[in-house]
Each structure stands twice: as C-alpha cells, then as structure tokens.
C-alpha cells in the first residue's frame, strides 16, 4: 500500500509540474504579443505550438 502511494504522489507532482510549465509559457507568449499590439506592431490572431501541440 505504501509503494503504490509513493507511486501515485510522484506520477501526480510530473503531471502537475507539466501543467505549470506550459501555463507559465503561455502566459510569457501573452505578454510579448500584448506588447507588439500595444505598440502597434502587430495586430491579429497567433497560433502558437511546442512540437506540434498547441500552446
């Protein structure tokens, strides 16, 4: 029982720093976008993919 509690912790912490990290990247691909609109550089829509797997 112990073992697979150990397993089940360590499986769900890989998950969740994954999901952290493609959140904090996303949220880094805002900003710059956010900038080149407010100044004027860009205006439009961006689709944005890490391996072929959209941001």
């Known amino acids: 029982m112990k073992k697979i509690t150990i397993m ?11 999901y952290l990290l493609a959140q904090s990247k996303a949220e880094k691909i ?7 609109n407010e100044y004027r550089y860009f205006n439009g829509s961006a689709l944005v ?3 072929f797997d959209v941001v």
């Open 8 to 18: 089940l912790f360590l499986v769900l912490s890989v998950f969740s720093q994954s």
């Open 30 to 36: 805002d900003q710059l976008i956010s900038k080149y």
């Open 49 to 51: 993919a890490d391996n």
